[in-house]
C-alpha cells in the first residue's frame, strides 16, 4: 500500500538542498519525501532517516541498500539528538518533520487505527514498545478516558462516550476497532453529517497512545539544536492541535528569549535561534484534485540562526 507524500515540491523548496549537504527525514513513512531530497543531493551528500514504524523501517532498508548517501534508524523523533550522536553527526543542514500517520498505517487494518476497517484495537505507531489501545481502554478509568477524548480528540460528548466504554467493557472486553467505533457511534447523542462519528475519539486515543504532541514538542526543540546556521526546518502538520504546536514553537524560538530586563543577557544568549521563513503553506488545488489527504496539511518554514 502506498502512501502520496503531501506537499512535496513546496517542503523541497523549503529544504534549500545543498548537493554536499547533509540532511534528515525524522518520518520515512513509505520514503515519498526521503527519495525526492536524494535526486536533489549530490553522490557526496548524506541522508538520514528516521521512523518509528517498524514496517516504515523495514522499506527505509531496502533503499539504504540500494542508495549509499541514504541510512535509517528505528526511533522516535523525540530521540533526535541521541540517534544523530549515534552516528557521529553533530549538526544537519535541513530537517524534515511530516507528521501524523502514514496511508499504510491507515489503510492495514490489523494496525488497528482506522473505525473503518475492522482490526485488533492496537493504534501503536511502534508496535514493539509500549501500551495498546485495546490495553488502556481496559484498565483507564471513566475520568481518564474522558480527559484523553477531550484534550487530543477536542470530543464534545467525551464524558458520555467515556461513561459508554466503562459500561461496555463490563460486559465484554474492547479488543477490535470496529467494536470501539460502534460504542462510540452509539453514544454520541448529534451526528456531524461530515464527519464519522467516532473520528474524534479515535484520533485523540491515537494521540495520546503514541504520545504524538509531546513528541512533537521534543522533536521540535531538539532538531533546532542540531541545524547548522542558516539550515532549514520544515514541518507538515496535519490537524489544529499539532499545527497550533508547532506554530507556536517555532514563534517562541524565533523572538529573543526573555530575561530580567535589569539584567541584560549576554549577545550570544540574546539572540532568537530561529527566523520564521514566510507564512504558512497550504496545498494547491491542483495537489488537492490528486490527493485529498492533502486538505488539511499545513507546512511551516523556518531558519537556523546564528545564536549559540
Ligand atoms: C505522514 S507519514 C510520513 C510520510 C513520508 N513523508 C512519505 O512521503 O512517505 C508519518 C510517518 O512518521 C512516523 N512517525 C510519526 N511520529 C513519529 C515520531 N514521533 N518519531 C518517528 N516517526 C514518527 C510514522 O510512523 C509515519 O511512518
Known amino acids: 500500500m502506498s502512501h502520496i507524500p503531501v506537499l512535496l515540491h513546496e517542503a523541497l523548496t523549503a529544504l534549500c538542498i545543498q548537493h554536499d549537504g547533509v540532511y534528515l527525514d525524522c518520518t520515512f513513512g513509505r520514503g515519498g519525501h526521503s527519495r525526492a531530497i536524494l535526486t ?27 542508495d549509499p548517501r ?11 539528538e541521541t540517534a544523530l550522536d549515534s552516528l557521529a553527526v553533530s549538526r544537519v543542514h535541513g530537517i524534515l518533520m511530516d507528521l501524523g500517520v502514514s496511508s499504510p498505517q491507515l489503510d492495514e487494518a490489523e494496525r488497528g487505527f482506522s473505525f473503518q476497517a475492522d482490526g485488533p484495537l492496537d493504534m501503536r505507531m511502534d508496535p514493539t514498545t509500549g501500551e495498546s489501545a485495546a490495553d488502556w481502554i481496559a484498565r483507564a478509568d471513566a475520568d481518564e478516558i474522558a480527559h484523553v477524548l477531550w484534550v487530543f480528540g477536542e470530543e464534545r460528548f467525551s464524558r458520555r462516550i467515556a461513561r459508554a466504554i466503562v459500561e461496555a467493557r463490563q460486559l465484554t472486553p474492547i479488543v477490535t476497532t470496529t467494536q470501539l467505533s460502534q460504542i462510540v457511534t452509539s453514544a454520541q447523542p448529534k451526528k456531524d453529517q461530515n464527519k464519522h462519528p467516532a473520528t474524534r475519539s479515535f484520533q485523540g486515543i491515537r494521540l495520546y497512545i503514541n504520545g504524538e504532541l ?3 514538542e521534543q522533536g521540535l526543540e531538539a532538531a533546532m539544536n542540531r541545524l547548522e546556521v ?9 490537524h489544529s492541535l499539532e499545527d497550533r504546536l508547532v506554530k507556536r514553537a517555532l514563534r517562541d524560538a524565533s523572538r529573543p528569549p526573555k530575561g530580567d530586563p535589569r539584567m541584560p543577557l549576554p549577545d550570544s544568549v540574546a539572540q532568537p535561534k530561529l527566523k520564521l521563513v514566510g507564512k504558512a503553506i497550504k496545498a494547491s488545488p491542483d495537489e488537492l484534485r490528486l490527493n485529498p489527504r492533502a486538505r488539511s496539511a499545513v507546512l511551516r518554514i523556518a531558519e537556523r540562526t546564528e545564536a549559540a
Request: hydrophobic share 50%; net charge negative.
Open 40 to 66: 536533489e543531493l549530490g553522490a557526496n551528500g548524506r541522508l538520514i532517516g528516521f521512523d518509528r514504524d517498524p514496517s516504515a523501517v523495514a522499506v527505509a532498508r531496502d533503499l539504504a541498500q540500494e
Open 70 to 80: 541514504f541510512e535509517i534508524v528505528h526511533t522516535a523523533f523525540s530521540e533526535l
Open 214 to 216: 509531546t513528541e512533537v
Open 230 to 238: 542558516g539550515g532549514r526546518l520544515a514541518v507538515i502538520s496535519f
